[in-house]
């Protein structure tokens, strides 16, 4: 025996190789009828190979009967269709689905003489494939949804922005007119209270502005997945930035996070976030006070813990420290004026969530408090 002979006899042959594959070989005669079939191949159809040599077409285990000759003018143009999935009848009436491969077989003259090709059952892949087709349509859909939805909630902002900072300018306003002897003299009595609601009224519009523009940023955000990079460059680049407030209020930013401590969170949405929750640190902090930044890396998370050791008298407590979402930094030293109000704690919650993390807050000693923050990781 030779050592070709030898390896076709260890393989079993083409035929045995296909069905130990699971693979169906076929063959037909120029009308459509099966002359050969390997008995993988005739159990798929439901019947015996015996059954359907002579005696079934191709048009008993065909559905669609113009998908057939689109494939047959195919073959007729190439020689050849490979790989096509068609639905497929069985002996029973049921189908299932196939991918063929299938060529044309002539004679010296061109002249046909049948078809041959090989097919096995996909129909688990295919519901598969139906499935995601069904999924992507859905997510179509929803993208479709969320950009009229976007279009809506801009229109809604726009006409919230006039229609809700109207009223408060009339108030403010009139009451700088009563306040400058417009409408004649005024008690000291009136003047008191008038000036204290022409400041909330300004009060008032400050956080309406300051709400309208964090909603436009919200809007304006992109949350494609960016490449990890450290989570220190954008903690340093916020901290140079908010440096001369913690400088007002003489209060020292220390600590850091290790270089290869990597997030995957965008920058825009990291760098606001970060802002929000660095400046509330400084207002928090009792002037001369440290604010303390520290980092590490579990799977998949990163954590950034913010530590105010010491915090002025009227801080929050720490339980209310996350749910504040307009804060008023302390005056200056030696100033009862009001200090422009600026997002709290709550609006670098809300950026935590948004992009799959989470905000916690807990008391540290007596006077402290320690703000850790929870961000997807590399």
């Known amino acids: 025996m030779t050592r070709k002979e030898a390896g076709k006899q260890a393989s079993g042959g083409p035929m045995e190789t296909l069905e130990g594959l699971g693979i169906g070989y076929y063959r037909s005669d120029a009308s459509g009828t099966f002359v050969d079939i390997n008995e993988c191949g005739a159990q798929m159809l439901g019947y015996s190979s015996g059954e359907m040599k002579g005696k079934i077409t191709t048009l008993d285990t065909n559905v669609s009967l113009e998908y057939r000759e689109k494939l047959k003018k195919q073959a007729e143009a190439d020689g050849f269709v490979s790989s096509f999935v068609s639905?497929?009848?069985?002996?029973?009436?049921?189908?299932?689905?196939?991918?063929?491969?299938?060529?044309?077989?002539?004679?010296?003259?061109?002249?046909?003489?049948?078809?041959?090709?090989?097919?096995r059952d996909v129909s688990e892949q295919h519901a598969q494939a139906k499935k995601q087709q069904e999924l992507v349509e859905k997510l179509r859909l929803a993208n479709e949804w969320l950009a009229s939805l976007s279009h809506v909630q801009?229109?809604?902002?726009?006409?919230?922005?006039?229609?809700?900072?109207?009223?408060?300018?009339?108030?403010?306003?009139?009451?700088?007119?009563?306040?400058?002897?417009?409408?004649?003299?005024?008690?000291?009595?009136?003047?008191?209270?008038?000036?204290?609601?022409?400041?909330?009224?300004?009060?008032?519009?400050?956080?309406?502005?300051?709400?309208?523009?964090?909603?436009?940023?919200?809007?304006s955000l992109d949350l494609t997945p960016v490449a990890p990079y450290p989570l220190n460059t954008?903690?340093?680049?916020?901290?140079?930035?908010?440096?001369?407030?913690?400088?007002?209020?003489?209060?020292?930013?220390?600590?850091?996070?290790?270089?290869?401590?990597?997030?995957?969170?965008?920058?825009?949405?990291?760098?606001?976030?970060?802002?929000?929750?660095?400046?509330?640190?400084?207002?928090l902090c009792e002037e001369s006070g440290e604010v303390i930044f520290a980092g590490e890396q579990t799977a998949k998370k990163v954590h950034l813990v913010i530590i105010m050791p010491e915090q002025h008298?009227?801080?929050?407590?720490?339980?209310?420290?996350?749910?504040?979402?307009?804060?008023?930094?302390?005056?200056?030293?030696?100033?009862?004026?009001?200090?422009?109000?600026?997002?709290?704690?709550?609006?670098?919650?809300?950026?935590?969530?948004?992009?799959?993390?989470?905000?916690?807050?807990?008391?540290?000693?007596?006077?402290?408090?320690?703000?850790?923050?929870?961000?997807?990781?590399?």
Not at 326 to 353: D, I, K, N, V, W
Request: proline share 7%.
């Open 234 to 283: 954008i903690l340093v680049k916020t901290q140079d930035r908010l440096l001369k407030e913690a400088r007002q209020r003489k209060v020292k930013l220390s600590g850091s996070v290790e270089a290869d401590v990597m997030t995957s969170v965008p920058p825009m949405v990291l760098e606001s976030l970060l802002e929000h929750a660095i400046r509330n640190s400084i207002f």
């Open 154 to 219: 801009e229109d809604l902002l726009s006409a919230l922005g006039h229609d809700l900072k109207t009223p408060p300018g009339i108030v403010l306003g009139f009451c700088e007119l009563l306040l400058r002897g417009r409408y004649g003299p005024l008690h000291q009595e009136q003047e008191r209270p008038l000036r204290a609601i022409h400041r909330n009224t300004g009060q008032l519009t400050e956080m309406l502005e300051l709400l309208l523009d964090f909603s436009r940023f919200l809007r």
């Open 313 to 378: 008298e009227e801080r929050p407590p720490a339980h209310r420290l996350l749910s504040i979402f307009f804060a008023t930094p302390p005056p200056q030293p030696g100033s009862s004026e009001h200090m422009p109000y600026r997002l709290g704690f709550a609006a670098a919650r809300y950026l935590a969530t948004f992009v799959n993390g989470q905000m916690t807050a807990k008391q540290a000693g007596e006077r402290g408090a320690e703000v850790r923050l929870t961000l997807p990781g590399a």
């Open 87 to 119: 639905p497929t009848r069985r002996k029973d009436g049921s189908v299932f689905y196939a991918e063929w491969s299938i060529r044309r077989l002539t004679d010296d003259g061109d002249r046909l003489l049948g078809y041959e090709g090989v097919f």
